[in-house]
């Protein structure tokens, strides 16, 4: 059974810094694309970051670039995400995903996880 599970979410205030986990378990990681989608209320879920396991190649939504970064830790199979410099607007509902295909559709990936809350107050 594939799980996906999120945690480090939180309230923080804009400038601050939050790190999100993923842990994997139930699927052969090397062989798919690791991405991290966000949500907000009242909003369609939109592409964040990803990374290809096996290789470590990194994409980036260009709202976040320079203030995210996206990694894996092969030996605990977790993918976090560093997310510096927070704005409001990145509040959200953040989802970790696993799949194949379009980086940034989330129709290209497979498995999700329940997501985390992450709250940035101005």
């Known amino acids: 059974q594939v799980q996906l599970v999120e945690s480090g979410g939180g309230l923080v205030q804009a400038g601050g810094s939050l790190r999100l986990s993923c842990a994997a378990s139930?699927?052969?990681?090397?062989?798919?694309?690791m991405g991290w989608f966000r949500q907000a209320p009242g909003k369609e879920r939109e592409f964040v970051a990803a990374?290809?396991?096996?290789?470590?190649?990194?994409y980036y939504a260009d709202s976040v670039k320079g203030r995210f970064t996206i990694a894996r830790d092969n030996a605990k199979s977790t993918v976090t995400l560093q997310m510096n410099n927070l704005k409001p607007e990145d509040t959200a509902v953040y989802y970790c995903a696993a799949g194949i295909g379009a980086y940034d559709s989330p129709k290209s990936y497979q498995y999700w996880g329940r997501g985390t809350q992450v709250t940035v107050s101005s």
């Open positions: 139930g699927l052969t990681l090397s062989g798919y694309r």
């Open positions: 990374i290809w396991w096996s290789s470590g190649v990194t």
